[in-house]
């Protein structure tokens, strides 16, 4: 064997090795997911703000940054003259586990903590509230990005302690 093969066969290790930290299809395909976030979205949805009371027609509008492997959203949503609630989400990427955790604010109770995983579109979360809602802790939240400039936040949850899961909150977003 030559001088130059060790070096080559050196430089080709080095080569994949480099390729396989910064190059990994999932995590470009991750990043990609979050920058779909990026920018100003507008838009509206109901609101159910507890089991007893009916849906209200909300307005929101919410600014998008996208991190490495974490996404911050911060906005504002008003029904009417009724109420208006500061809201935000911030959500961090493991590469690791492939699961995203953080926390989520606007529930009048308090940041909620947030975790679950990301399935094509949807990242699909269980939100765990700092006090009971409807009668326990936790509900679920899924926040589904197109790519196509649609954001759909959406929030099920049982309205009576034992009783059946059901969307208690939809938001439509639009990219402007």
Not at 8 to 37: G, H, K, M, W, Y
Not at 87 to 107: C, F, K, N, W
């Amino acid at each position: 064997m030559s001088t130059a093969a060790p070096r080559l066969i050196a430089a080709a290790t080095l080569s994949c090795v480099i390729t396989a930290v910064t190059c990994n299809p999932l995590q470009a395909a991750e990043t990609d997911f979050l920058e779909r976030f990026r920018g100003i979205w507008s838009g509206s949805g109901k609101v159910q703000r507890e089991g007893a009371s009916q849906p209200r027609q909300v307005t929101c509008s919410v600014t998008g940054q996208p991190l490495e492997n974490r996404i911050r959203a911060q906005g504002t949503c008003r029904a009417a003259l009724i109420f208006s609630r500061v809201i935000g989400v911030d959500l961090a990427y493991d590469p690791r586990s492939g699961t995203y955790r953080g926390t989520y604010t606007g529930s009048r109770i308090g940041p909620a903590r947030l975790i679950g995983t990301r399935s094509g579109d949807a990242v699909n979360l269980r939100i765990e509230w700092p006090r009971p809602v409807n009668g326990d802790t936790q509900a679920a939240m899924v926040i589904r990005n197109d790519g196509q400039g649609t954001l759909r936040i959406t929030v099920a949850d049982n309205l009576t302690p034992g009783g059946p899961t059901q969307q208690t909150s939809e938001i439509v977003l639009a990219r402007r």
